[in-house]
């Protein structure tokens, strides 16, 4: 599951990679003004970085999450092998006491 997660996170970012560069190229064999191509490249990089920006903050949250899912997975399996521990420690205290 995780590789997925890694795998999305990575094909959106090669997407718009792929989609700036396609846009500057447009950009830069349009048969326009200098000026006016700046402007729509700076509106673009904009566009860009915003969508970077919201698919950081959503990779951080996925992070965060998988992070919490893993402690308590942990703190689950300790909690097991405690009792089976305590269960294991009460088994050799009655087996002594009966010998």
């Known amino acids: 599951m995780e590789h997925e997660r890694g795998f999305g996170i990575t094909a959106v970012v ?6 700036a560069l396609g846009a500057i190229a ?3 064999l349009a048969p326009q003004s200098g000026r006016k191509t700046r402007e729509q490249l ?3 990089a904009r566009k860009a970085e915003h969508t970077l920006r919201e698919a950081a ?3 951080g949250q ?3 999450e998988a992070v919490s899912e893993g ?11 405690r009792e089976a ?7 050799m205290k009655k087996e002594r006491e009966r010998t």
Do not use: D, I, P, T
Not at 14 to 19: D, K, S, T, V, W
């Open 14 to 19: 090669a997407f718009l990679g792929g989609a």
């Open 26 to 28: 447009a950009l830069l």
């Open 42 to 44: 700076r509106g673009y």
């Open 57 to 59: 903050s959503e990779a």
């Open 62 to 64: 996925k992070f965060e």
């Open 71 to 81: 402690k308590e997975y942990v703190e689950a399996r300790k909690s097991v092998l």
């Open 85 to 91: 521990f305590e269960a294991g420690r009460e088994a």
